[in-house]
């Protein structure tokens, strides 16, 4: 018997989802501007850091949750941009209904890796690594289809076309964050001093969002042991390059078979540093 976290979890994939979705979006304007990702891509940490460098205050989840929701969540919301406008976070592939994003954008090989870690964790998917990236490369995993197209439907958005689209890549903000912190500003329209968006970034480091989230005891809290279990944690540990190590030649060769062209053309490389995947190991599966 699947429990109700299964139950959701295959409601979300399903098509009964299209009419809550249009009902999520209900109520947007034109000075929204959207926080756009596939899921496990930095979406939240970018969060932290404008919460930040706009209010001026200590980020925890309940303030970034209220003043940047999910869309769908979206109607309370404060506005923080110098135009009357609301920073509202989507998963969803580009809809008509946005008129202005930053998309951040992360490894697909990552995504996956991480994608699998927290599903298995909350206990949506009991199912080998092999067996979920076959229907992750499928679009079959989550509600958002494949990474490949998602980034596509951004990509190629009338949004990019005139300008109102600021592509981000993780990694990138990982490696550089006060530049690529600064260039979102300026696409904002927001003035932010150097001092700002360091503290900003100080104080939401790996480290600190780890404890923000002990402070948010909804989030993966256990009662029995007063913790938060590290396999249910959210806040992982967002390496850039991890799939490098993890990922069997098989497994690679499935994911750069499906996205490579995609992968190609946001300037990641194909073999990371000239470092081989590891050979898959021989199981008596096979």
Known sequence: MPNFRQMRYGLA????????????????????????SYPRSGSTW??????????????????????????????????????????IKTHE?????????????????????SEYAYEKAQGWVTCSLDEFLESFVRGKVNGYGSWQTHARSWLDSSLARRGDLLVVRYGDLKREPETNLSQIAGFLGVGL???????????????????????????????????????????????????????????????????????VRLGFDLVSQGTEPRPRAASSAD
């Open 93 to 113: 592939a580009y809809r008509s209904d946005y008129a202005r994003a930053i998309y951040i954008v992360r490894d697909v090989r990552d995504v996956a890796l």
């Open 46 to 87: 970018l969060r932290f850091l404008l919460f930040e460098a706009l209010t001026r205050r200590d980020a925890g989840f309940d303030d970034v949750n209220r003043y940047i929701p999910d869309v769908g969540m979206h109607r309370d919301a404060v506005p923080l941009l110098p135009s009357g406008g609301r920073l």
């Open 13 to 36: 994939k399903s098509k009964l989802r299209a009419p809550l979705v249009w009902r999520r979006h209900r109520g947007l304007n034109g000075k929204d501007v959207f926080v756009a």
């Open 193 to 263: 001093g150097d001092e700002t968006i360091r503290a900003a970034i100080r104080n939401n480091s790996f480290q600190n969002m780890r404890k923000k989230e002990e402070e948010a005891p909804q989030i993966g809290y256990d009662p029995r042991t007063r913790s938060i279990a590290e396999d249910k944690r959210f806040v992982r540990s967002g390496k850039v390059g991890g799939w490098v190590e993890r990922l069997t030649s098989n497994q690679l060769a499935l994911l750069t078979e499906s996205a490579g062209e995609m992968l």
